[in-house]
């Protein structure tokens, strides 16, 4: 088991080959695979578990009936509302230290805020889903703004990660903000092949609390849960402060991460191919 300090200077480190990685040509940076892991000791990516929105359109126990079939102690991590630094660079040193994968459902303004963000998380290996636009209550608008905005936002990251602005999700992976949605919401998005995701829990981080408080809950939820997709928010510095801390907690409990993609994933590596 590593000590503190061995921790803290692999997140260091992990820290220093992202801001070199931000600057080297994407086909340079090898994602990790699940089950390889230069870091001795570290949590990684126990799987990859396909999902696709035909079979699994919903899913989420907070939200829906369905949830992904996890075994029992695998957790499928996922951060809302980002890209925003500093604290998604935090998070994806942290995540990178332990070779864990996650997926980033991203907002689409703060994607066009910060596109080369969105292709660092993509060539980390990460998925990135969608999160809307501009983040409403899209059980609020009329049916036809809702739509504009989830397509305005999957158009922004499509652009930051492809150059190319489209309403085609190349991940057809999608979130509601607050987990509001109307029936012909989820009905569209259905029709559309893209998977609507909820949570199995959550650290409820958009509360202000102490890393230790948020890691205490989360911990509580994750013992009782035992399994299931969490929800976090990378743009939260509590969040980023607290994962490290999550992290070993997951191994030395013996959790395995599983990491989410959609069928025929193309990822930054592929597409250099
Ligand atoms: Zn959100």
Redesign the pocket.
């Given at each position: 088991m590593r000590n503190m300090s061995t921790g803290r200077r692999s997140i260091l480190n992990a820290v220093a080959m992202l801001v070199a990685t931000t600057l080297a040509p994407t086909a340079l940076i090898a994602p990790a695979r699940a089950g390889e892991c230069p870091n001795k000791g570290a949590l990684g990516t126990s799987r990859v578990l396909t999902v696709d929105p035909a079979a699994y359109p919903r899913v989420g126990t907070k939200s829906f009936p369905q949830t992904l079939p996890l075994d029992d102690h695998e957790v499928v991590l996922t951060f809302?509302?980002g890209p925003s630094p500093p604290a998604t660079r935090t998070i994806l040193a942290a995540l990178s230290a332990e070779c864990v994968r996650a997926t980033f459902?991203m907002?689409g303004r703060s994607a066009s805020e910060h596109p080369e963000l969105v292709r660092t998380i993509a060539s980390l290996g990460h998925t990135v889903g969608h999160?809307t636009w501009s983040?409403p209550n899209l059980a609020q608008p009329t049916p036809e703004n809702a739509e504009a905005d989830i397509d305005k936002g999957i158009s922004a990251v499509e652009a930051a990660l492809h150059g190319t602005a489209g309403t085609t999700p190349t991940t057809p992976f999608f979130?509601f903000?607050?987990f509001e949605s109307t029936p012909h919401l989820l009905q569209r998005m259905e029709q559309r092949g893209i998977a609507v995701f909820g949570a199995d829990f959550w650290a409820s981080d958009w509360n202000k609390m102490t890393p230790e408080q948020q890691l205490k809950l989360l911990t509580e939820r994750l013992e009782i849960a035992r399994k299931g997709i969490i929800l976090l928010?990378d743009p939260r510095a509590q969040t980023a402060a607290m994962l490290p801390a999550f992290l070993r907690y997951l191994r030395d409990n013996h959790y395995r991460v599983v990491h989410i993609a959609p069928p025929a994933a193309r990822t930054a590596s592929d597409r250099t191919n």
């Open positions: 809302d509302d459902f907002v999160h983040h979130r903000p607050y928010h």
